[in-house]
């Protein structure tokens, strides 16, 4: 299964703009590239997704490598609301694997 | 609110007991899925129906059944509880079984099996 790593815990500044990383090595073509949320005792909210090239919504931007071995997830303006464990996580074959995730703490 | 919702939100059983948890999605989806969270770790996958009338099995079926009643409902039945089974269970569901639909996941089953 294709998986991803991710570092543990990021801080960021309330206001200031966020880049989670996230190392996809063993990424084949078809993997699609997503990205959720999880708050404490919620269930993951979708965040974004992307396939090759950089994406854009309310919520985030994706940016992909070229090679597509890494991906970054940015929030442009943190709010104490988006303090949460962020997963990235491939869609590969017949399972959706999660890892453990970044928790990002944002500090007013 | 449309989304996917889950019954019950918590729940105690002890070892041996069975049980069904039950989940309903109203965005007429066709693929459906369960997970299972540990303390402290990611979601892994139990069950998972790519269309109505199909299920197959993820990364820890074992212990576990599902039903895929019809396009809207898919539970997931524990026929001997065991504490091994303890977690919080998350059932979701997306447009189609590829890549390029996000998940919409219900808000979760607390159950404790003493």
Same mark, same amino acid.
């Given at each position: 299964?294709?998986?991803?790593?991710?570092?543990?815990?990021?801080?960021?500044?309330?206001?200031?703009?966020?880049?989670?990383?996230?190392?996809?090595?063993?990424?084949?073509?078809?993997?699609?590239?997503?990205?959720?949320?999880?708050?404490?005792?919620?269930?993951?909210?979708?965040?974004?997704?992307?396939?090759?090239?950089?994406?854009?919504?309310?919520?985030?931007?994706?940016?992909?490598?070229?090679?597509?071995?890494?991906?970054?997830?940015?929030?442009?303006?943190?709010?104490?609301?988006?303090?949460?464990?962020?997963?990235?996580?491939?869609?590969?074959?017949?399972?959706?694997?999660?890892?453990?995730?970044?928790?990002?703490?944002?500090?007013? | 609110? &449309?989304?996917?919702?889950? =019954?019950? %939100?918590?729940? @105690?059983?002890?070892?041996?007991?069975?049980?069904? *948890?039950?989940?309903?999605?109203?965005?007429?989806?066709?693929?459906?899925?369960?997970?299972?969270?540990?303390?402290?770790?990611?979601?892994?996958?139990?069950?998972?129906? &790519?269309?109505?009338?199909? =299920?197959? %099995?993820?990364? @820890?079926?074992?212990?576990?059944?599902?039903?895929? *009643?019809?396009?809207?409902?898919?539970?997931?039945?524990?026929?001997?509880?065991?504490?091994?089974?303890?977690?919080?269970?998350?059932?979701?569901?997306?447009?189609?079984?590829?890549?390029?639909?996000?998940?919409?996941?219900?808000?979760?089953?607390?159950?404790?099996?003493?």
């Amino acid at each position: 299964d294709a998986k991803t790593t991710q570092p543990n815990s990021m801080e960021s500044n309330e206001e200031e703009p966020v880049h989670l990383p996230c190392n996809h090595s063993t990424i084949s073509g078809t993997d699609y590239i997503h990205w959720y949320r999880q708050l404490p005792s919620q269930g993951p909210e979708y965040v974004i997704h992307g396939l090759t090239s950089n994406v854009n919504n309310r919520m985030a931007s994706l940016a992909i490598a070229e090679d597509r071995k890494s991906s970054t997830l940015i929030l442009h303006r943190a709010t104490l609301r988006d303090a949460a464990v962020y997963y990235c996580i491939l869609l590969s074959g017949n399972q959706f694997y999660f890892g453990t995730g970044t928790s990002l703490t944002v500090i007013p | 609110n &449309a989304g996917v919702t889950q =019954t019950p %939100k918590f729940q @105690v059983l002890k070892t041996g007991q069975s049980m069904t *948890l039950q989940c309903a999605q109203d965005m007429n989806h066709n693929s459906m899925y369960w997970y299972r969270q540990d303390p402290g770790m990611g979601l892994r996958l139990i069950y998972y129906s &790519a269309s109505e009338g199909t =299920t197959d %099995k993820g990364e @820890v079926p074992n212990g576990y059944n599902v039903s895929r *009643l019809n396009k809207r409902e898919f539970s997931l039945r524990l026929e001997s509880a065991a504490p091994s089974q303890t977690s919080v269970y998350f059932c979701a569901s997306s447009g189609a079984w590829t890549g390029n639909y996000g998940y919409t996941f219900g808000s979760g089953t607390r159950l404790t099996v003493v």
